[in-house]
């Protein structure tokens, strides 16, 4: 029974991972309940509740609310929270903003303080337009990480709290570095309030008094940046160069304009003293690198100031988005030996990232390192069992290694959970066939070949 309890705990966890929009580290609101604290369950309970996964698994989102009511009317004492949360995303998905509400609030009665649950209700209420829950909500996240400040002043946007959501944008802003998102916000708010020119030429009239104010003439470029009055920009930037030669933030604008008007050597200057500013955010450092990505993607002769940009910001910041972005664009050059070190960076930061914890153990097979793969590979089918390229992997690996009945029983389990991928079906029916052919049933090995060549047909 303490198995089925395990299965059901480790569903419990994986249903917190799907998140459009979230900032939260911990994803799994119910991972430190105690395996035993579950109780026994019936087996009526297990059938209903498994059904209602796969249900939901295949967009059949009605049936498994009768799946989850029928576990409800099972649980008499309430204390599986998981039941309410599950049955909420299903409402979720169907629209049914109210039920679905109801259902994180008695999941957060059961549970408090749970921010996945907290961000599915803010979902839940901003989609129905119900601002004054929505702002209760995003009040309870913001202690989870600031970052959710953002929501607050979207909300304050709707609202017509303009003053009030920049105040938020500008307390962000020197938290964690400007940010292309609160920019946006920023403009558009700029635009319907009319704010714009109020706050040029106030800014104007303090630069004016308080000549030396760095941060007021760095709210200044930005302002002539959001406007695309980018001469404005350079020459207020040059001015506050003039006056303090020491001011590292100035060169986050300067790099910006300079790569727009073609002064590609200024800007590779402005970008490397931003990376080596021990002053400047990592935030706004990731921002930089980033756009030196994209520019030498296009201008490939600046690869080795990129090198060099590279190696100053592995020294400083370690940020799994970063090192995934280096990665893809080694990965994308055709260098895939320097991208999987990056890669690996970033899954070992960011393990609840599948998509990128995939790309990592197809790139390891295909440098030939097949007891990493076969470990990795391992350890995502505990995270991610319905995975099909998991076990693709692991077999693959496991073949190389000569351990045959292992890659057999890693394929065959895993061709069971493929889904719509033919040309994945029909990689593991060839690995079957050459491995059967390995152990000597001719037969079984003839018919796999078969049915992976009908598929590559198809495609």
Do not use: W
């Not at 029909?426 to 992976?452: C, M, P, S």
Request: aromatic share 10%; with cysteine.
């Amino acid at each position: 029974m303490k198995g089925i309890k395990y299965i059901l705990l480790l569903f419990m966890m994986l249903s917190m991972l799907s998140r459009k929009h979230t900032y939260a580290q911990d994803s799994t609101p119910f991972a430190d309940q105690n395996v035993d604290d579950l109780g026994d369950v019936s087996d009526a309970f297990q059938e209903a509740f498994f059904e209602a996964l796969k249900q939901k698994g295949i967009e059949n989102y009605d049936r498994a609310i009768e799946q989850l009511n029928t576990c409800i009317k099972l649980d008499i004492t309430s204390s599986h929270p998981i039941l309410y949360f599950e049955r909420g995303k299903n409402h979720l998905l169907l629209k049914d903003y109210d039920l679905a509400a109801a259902d994180f609030v008695k999941t957060l009665e059961l549970k408090p303080n749970q921010e996945p649950v907290l961000n599915l209700l803010y979902d839940v209420y901003y989609q129905n337009r119900d601002y004054e829950n929505a702002e209760a909500t995003i009040k309870q996240l913001i202690p989870f990480d600031s970052q959710y400040k953002e929501d607050l002043a979207r909300l304050y946007s709707a609202t017509r709290r303009y003053d009030e959501a920049l105040t938020l944008i500008e307390e962000l802003d020197e938290e964690k570095g400007k940010d292309r998102f609160r920019d946006s916000l920023r403009k558009r708010i700029y635009r319907i309030s009319g704010k714009k020119d109020v706050d040029r030429e106030a800014l104007n009239k303090d630069l004016e008094e308080n000549a030396k104010s760095e941060k007021d003439y760095l709210k200044l470029i930005y302002l002539y940046s959001d406007q695309g009055n980018t001469e404005k920009a350079y020459e207020t930037a040059l001015k506050l160069q003039k006056l303090n030669p020491e001011a590292d933030a100035v060169q986050l604008a300067l790099y910006k304009i300079d790569l727009e008007k073609g002064n590609t050597e200024n800007a590779m200057d402005a970008m490397s003293k931003v990376l080596g500013s021990q002053k400047i955010s990592a935030k706004a450092k990731h921002r930089v690198l980033n756009d030196f990505l994209l520019f030498v993607n296009d201008n490939p002769t600046y690869a080795p100031q990129l090198e060099t940009a590279i190696s100053t910001f592995d020294t400083q910041v370690a940020d799994s988005k970063i090192y995934q972005n280096i990665g893809e664009y080694y990965s994308k050059k055709g260098k895939k030996e320097q991208a999987l070190p990056y890669l690996i960076k970033a899954v070992e930061k960011d393990q609840d990232n599948v998509e990128l914890l995939k790309n990592v153990v197809t790139l390891e097979l295909e440098n030939g390192d097949y007891m990493s793969v076969s470990k990795r590979a391992q350890a995502a089918l505990e995270l991610y069992p319905s995975q099909p390229i998991f076990y693709y992997v692991s077999g693959v690996a496991l073949k190389q290694q000569e351990k045959l009945q292992e890659a057999l029983d890693q394929l065959e389990m895993g061709v069971d959970y493929i889904l719509d991928d033919t040309k994945l079906e029909a990689n593991f029916y060839a690995q079957l066939g050459e491995i059967y052919a390995k152990l000597g049933d001719t037969q079984k090995a003839q018919r796999y070949n078969t049915q992976a060549s009908k598929l590559r047909a198809t495609n």
